[in-house]
């Protein structure tokens, strides 16, 4: 984290603030979707497949690789100085 707490919002868009209470960039609406679904899970894992569930009525083909790429960005937008691939 940023050296302090992230404060998300969820009602109206989704939207995340640093600990300095300055917006986090969190790029288009399917990575603020996927962001929303993990917050309403609550800290427990979500399973990929889950993700693309209920990200799309009909998966396209990529689903699997979209959504990897949607939770780097999160990660990378969320926790900078977080290593590459750290768990």
Same mark, same amino acid.
């Given at each position: 984290?940023?050296? /302090?707490?992230?404060v998300? /919002?969820? @009602? /109206?868009?989704?939207?995340?603030?640093? %600990?300095?209470?300055?917006?986090?960039? +969190?790029?288009?609406?399917?990575?603020?979707?996927?962001?929303?679904?993990?917050?309403?899970?609550? /800290?427990?894992t979500? !399973?990929?497949?889950? @993700?693309?569930?209920? @990200?799309?009525?009909a !998966?396209?083909?990529?689903? +699997?690789?979209?959504?990897?790429?949607?939770?780097?960005?999160?990660?990378?937008?969320?926790?900078?100085?977080? !290593?590459?691939? %750290?768990?």
């Amino acid at each position: 984290m940023h050296g /302090g707490r992230i404060v998300f /919002g969820v @009602l /109206g868009p989704v939207t995340a603030e640093d %600990a300095q209470r300055r917006p986090i960039a +969190l790029k288009g609406p399917m990575h603020r979707a996927v962001l929303g679904r993990l917050l309403v899970a609550r /800290g427990r894992t979500v !399973p990929v497949n889950d @993700l693309i569930d209920d @990200l799309w009525v009909a !998966p396209p083909e990529g689903a +699997l690789a979209a959504v990897r790429t949607f939770v780097a960005a999160l990660r990378k937008a969320i926790e900078p100085d977080r !290593p590459a691939r %750290a768990p």
